[in-house]
């Protein structure tokens, strides 16, 4: 089973910041957090993963709080493009195969 | 950028027939795997490939299940004898190690319909 919690869906204004929350409360000290979406029936697109140091790329910022019980996905711009299904993941399995929950499906609005 | 490639992108085959779902992971990738989404379901972790053996698989992947590589670019899944329920999304991907920080690349999907 997933080892995360997520809101089943959100909704975000285009142009606003998406903040999508994530419980990883049983998270293991060298395990990673990731961030994937899946855009409609498409293969999942990796975002952006992370350990215990905040971290930014191009597509977004993760927010990994102290006690690394839980995290937050930062979109800062959203637009129409990233209405999608985000996952948040803690990789488990000693090969690395990531297991996938439910997810939050974003809708971004115009 | 690289991408993952998978082929075909849409298969219907009837029950009982053998299918063989195809994949070109990034050249330096060494970590493979299958997964698996029936519609409006999860994704499904099927397998895991390393160093040319499985190296996981789940309670999913049984004896229906094969995979190989090959040659040195192609990475292969056969069902044979389907069955109804095996009509899904399969997922390729691949990644350069799972020494936890690096992401997965991941193809576009099969569409397997099992008539």
């Keep these: 089973d997933a080892k995360t919690t997520q809101p089943p869906s959100m909704d975000c204004a285009e142009g606003r910041a998406a903040n999508l929350p994530c419980n990883h409360s049983t998270i293991s000290g060298n395990e990673y957090v990731y961030w994937y979406r899946q855009i409609h029936s498409q293969g999942p697109q990796y975002i952006i993963h992370g350990l215990k140091n905040n971290e930014t790329n191009e597509m977004a910022s993760l927010i990994i709080t102290e006690d690394r019980k839980s995290s937050t996905l930062i979109l800062p711009h959203a ?27 974003l809708s971004v609005k115009p | 950028e690289p991408e993952v490639t998978q082929t075909p992108s849409h298969q219907v085959t009837q029950m009982g027939q053998e299918v063989i779902l195809r994949c070109v992971p990034i050249s330096n990738h060494l970590y493979f795997y299958w997964y698996r989404q029936i519609l409006g379901q ?60 690096y992401g997965y690349t991941f193809g576009s999907g099969t569409r397997l319909t099992v008539v």
């Design chain 1, 79 to 105: 637009t129409l493009r990233d209405t999608a299904v985000y996952y948040c993941i803690v990789q488990g399995g000693s090969q690395g195969n990531l297991i996938f929950g439910k997810g939050t499906k």
């Design chain 2, 42 to 101: 999860k994704v499904e972790f099927l397998v895991s490939f390393y160093n040319n053996e499985i190296s996981e698989k789940s309670e999913i992947f049984d004896d229906q299940f094969s995979v190989e590589r090959p040659d040195g670019s192609n990475f292969t899944l056969k069902i044979r004898s389907t069955k109804l329920e095996d009509s899904a999304m399969y997922f390729c991907a691949s990644t350069v190690g799972v020494r936890r920080n």
